[in-house]
């Protein structure tokens, strides 16, 4: 039995089969993406990615190149300690791409790793700076540009030059940035992934024409998302383990953090969204959000629908009846709190019931006279 480099007898084997077969399946959008995480971590001024039907070509400028061989090839292998703002993660992104190909070369700093049907091995070349990564597998028109699509959504770093098929990607406009946001993220120390909580930076972009807003981790993008624009978190988010969706508590947060810090300047069209309500159903809001959102969303002089009865009267009054029923619950009692119901409206307009005197007529009196002489008869 071998011993891993800690000592201990190994217990796993990797089936290389298995690894190939699971990564060829994923989009190639997202394998390329990986390759991006790398390079915009290295330092990288220019990226240039090409994707024609045999070819994947990944080039950049990264100073030191591949820092180590195995990086390419040790499954998991990676950097054991990295902070929350390194994009990478246990060490997945090269070889996943590397798998997912029919032979591939890494071209990097005085030497290219060659994979193909005779395994792998090293060859010395002139390079200088940057690798480059050449993927040759066959794929599609549908598949090229699906992945062009999702990569064409990336936000370059400052400074950081990115083409793909020879048009440079430019980043879209800005709306706002939000400084030290709460929010989980993921820290690698000594190889073991921990989640904490740290403040970051939220940077939101208004999408493109046609251009489903998303979620971004450090300028590259994750999964669509119900928000009204792009929304790029400056640190790492703890994502499944495909790195293609963060959890569904993370993306509430976000949600909430961007509505309490928004809520006053949003118009009624972004307050009127179901995100909105999401919101609502799962966290408390601070007042002075909860009655900015009341404010533009709701009429002026709205009332809460209460019944038939007392919702006519209101608008005979002059109030709007909304019916916020089919609301959740939780969200419904945070509106109550700074909206009347409509019963309420009334006997504020109107006061307390008073009593009315009623005189009776002639006939009402002898009915009434009749009433008590056959009451006095049955109870004796």
């Not at 994750?222 to 790492?236: A, G, I």
């Not at 009776?360 to 109870?379: D, H, I, K, T």
Request: glycine content about 8%.
């Amino acid at each position: 039995m071998s011993r891993a480099h800690n000592g201990r007898a190994e217990w796993f084997e990797l089936s290389e089969e298995g690894w190939r077969r699971s990564n060829r399946a994923r989009p190639l959008g997202q394998l390329v993406r990986e390759a991006l995480q790398n390079a915009f971590d290295q330092r990288a001024r220019r990226v240039k990615v090409r994707l024609t039907e045999d070819e994947v070509r990944i080039e950049d400028d990264a100073p030191a190149g591949l820092a180590r061989d195995e990086f390419a090839f040790t499954v998991f292998l990676g950097e054991k300690d990295t902070p929350p703002t390194w994009r990478g993660r246990k060490g997945r992104g090269l070889k996943e791409m590397i798998a997912a190909s029919d032979r591939a070369e890494v071209e990097t700093v005085g030497r290219t790793l060659v994979f193909d049907d005779t395994g792998r091995h090293v060859e010395p070349n002139t390079r200088r700076v940057g690798t480059c990564l050449r993927l040759f597998r066959y794929t599609g028109e549908r598949e090229r540009e699906e992945a062009l699509a999702l990569l064409r959504l990336t936000i370059p770093p400052p400074g950081v030059e990115l083409s793909l098929n020879g048009r440079a990607v430019r980043p879209p406009r800005v709306k706002t940035s939000l400084e030290d946001c709460p929010l989980e993220t993921v820290e690698l120390h000594r190889g073991v992934e921990r989640s904490v909580e740290r403040p970051v930076r939220l940077d939101l972009y208004h999408p493109r024409p046609g251009e489903p807003p998303h979620l971004f981790e450090l300028g590259l993008p994750v999964e669509p998302h119900s928000l009204p624009w792009h929304v790029d978190v400056q640190q790492r988010i703890p994502l499944a383990a495909e790195r293609d969706a963060a959890r569904d508590g993370y993306k509430r947060m976000l949600a909430a953090i961007l509505l309490e810090s928004l809520a006053m300047e949003l118009g009624r069209k972004e307050l009127s969204g179901a995100w909105v309500t999401e919101v609502l159903a799962h966290f408390t809001l601070g007042q002075e959000a909860l009655e900015a959102y009341v404010k533009k969303v709701l009429p002026a002089r709205a009332v809460l629908s209460v019944g038939p009865q007392e919702d006519d009267r209101a608008r005979q009054l002059g109030a709007k009846v909304v019916d916020l029923r089919g609301m959740p619950l939780s969200a419904l009692a945070q509106v109550e709190t700074v909206v009347e119901s409509a019963d309420a409206y009334v006997e504020r307009m109107e006061g307390p019931p008073k009593d009315v005197v009623v005189r009776p007529g002639a006939r009402a009196e002898r009915f009434v006279g009749l009433v008590r002489c056959l009451s006095r008869e049955l109870l004796g």
